[in-house]
């Protein structure tokens, strides 16, 4: 499993930070000093930037790529500390500008509002985005926080952590978006800025828009003086502030929800959110611990709230997205049509990425069509998929349209442990009240927790719950 590059909570150490400022600094270097002399100081940033970017996951791959192909200058900590700052300075602008889209009307932050962890601000199950601000896209946007330990898409993963047993193969693992396509956030956020139903841009739009900016002789002091010579230059330079700004430890992977407080002993959950906590790990229960991990891991890193697996659950298909007006339209995830590389790989098909569920309370939208608004809805699917299946799938002539979003010879990618090893008449794995206290407990893993009371407090909130 990846370290955490910032470290969390307590566990925050100077050799993670380090790691994040080599990668960035190598980064910062290759982008504006390609004229530098002094190769020798370029290859030790570059080799500690690999380091960083093994520790780092998916986000530092690429960046370690970029900086190992290019030079670097022989900078003091307190130079590359101050580059960082400035780069990240013009990712935050960056992220929240309109100007860089097709439409004029359209920024990162749009979609992945900070209000909202970084995800939809909205109950829409896709946003609307393109030139006419009318195109859907066919998937909800993630929220994008903790995203920093994804580790690089692969179809074998052997986790340390898991079974104690690396020899364990646990399937295909990893990769940015829903369906592991991409492997760095500067790859990423390409995707958005030239998709036609995002912000459907182009890399001379976006350069043009940055050159005519407020904040363009701030962006030439940060990038150097060349980076306006070509659109070409701007345009990596814009994804390169984008990657690093997206990296900024106290917006993008805070831990300070209230389960963190919890785990670090410095808040307690009330009676609802323990037995939602009970349940959640439960593997008779609800079993969502098996995939969205819930403790800490074996280094001491807090819990991610996801493996990174990518896994098959039968998702309900959304007849409102307008992909889906074509009966003949699936959005099978890993075996395409968005993701290329693994078509015709019928094991892959209607596969996604287990997202992290931290935050999960700020959204109004869930799974990857976005089909259910609410955690209740989302918790209920888990808990009566298969006891209940009438209730979230279609019924044609009395009969039951089960995974109606995944053609059938597809089945047998579908996970069937708990709570997914049930059949009509038999028990829900949770009952009504039970879902009540799963969601209570997800509601525990909302960052900008501030245990606001004294321990008495804290005992008398416990007290006069349920
Ligand atoms: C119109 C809405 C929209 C806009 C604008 C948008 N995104 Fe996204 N973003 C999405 C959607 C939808 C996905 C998931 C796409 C998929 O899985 O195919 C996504 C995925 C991502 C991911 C990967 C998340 C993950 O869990 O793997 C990152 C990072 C990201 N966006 C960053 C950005 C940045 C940076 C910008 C601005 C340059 C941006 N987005 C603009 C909708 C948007
Ligand atoms: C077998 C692995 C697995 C198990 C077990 C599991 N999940 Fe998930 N979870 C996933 C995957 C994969 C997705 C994304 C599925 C998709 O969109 O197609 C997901 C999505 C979610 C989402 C939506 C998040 C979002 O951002 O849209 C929530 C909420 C959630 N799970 C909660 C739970 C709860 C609660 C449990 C236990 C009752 C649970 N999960 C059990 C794999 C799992």
Known sequence: MWRDVA????????????????????????????????????????????????????????????????????????????????????????????????????????????????????????????????????????????????????????????????????????????DGRVNSAHDQARMPLTSAFEMGSSPARVAAAVR????????????GEHVFDSDDATFKAVLQALEVFEESPELFYPYSSKYDAFLAGRAQLTKAELHGLQLFNDETKGNCASCHLSQRARDGSAPAFTDFGLIAIGVPRNRSLAVNRDPHFYDLGACGPERADLKGRDEYCGIFRTPSLRNVALRRTFFHNGIYHSLDEVVRFYAQRDTNPEKFYPVVKGKVQKFDDLPRKYWTNLKTDPPFDRKPGDKPALDESEIKDVVAFLQTLTDGYHPEAPQQHADAHIVSSK
């Not at 005519?212 to 990038?223: E, I, L, V």
Request: some cysteine; overall charge neutral.
């Open 7 to 178: 470290g969390s909570g307590s566990g925050r150490n100077c050799a993670g930070w380090l790691g994040v400022l080599c990668v960035s600094a190598a980064l910062l270097l290759a982008a504006c000093d390609a004229r530098s002399p002094q190769r020798e100081s370029a290859r030790a940033a570059a080799s500690d930037a690999s380091d960083a970017s093994r520790e780092g996951g998916v986000q530092m791959q690429k960046v370690s790529a970029d900086a190992a192909a290019g030079p670097a200058g022989g900078q003091t900590r307190a130079q590359v500390y101050e580059s960082v700052r400035k780069v990240t300075a013009i990712g935050n602008k960056l992220f929240f500008d309109p100007s860089l889209s097709g439409s004029g009307k359209l920024a990162c932050a749009s979609c992945h509002s900070p209000q909202h962890a970084f995800g939809p601000p909205n109950a829409l199950s896709v946003q609307l985005g393109g030139r006419d601000m009318r195109q859907q896209g066919m998937r909800a946007a993630p929220n994008i926080k903790y995203l920093q330990k994804v580790p690089s898409f692969t179809e074998h993963y052997h986790d340390s952590d898991d079974e104690g047993d690396e020899s364990v193969d646990v399937g295909p693992t990893g990769g940015l978006m829903w």
């Open 212 to 223: 005519a900016a407020p904040y363009a002789s701030q962006f030439r002091d940060a990038f």
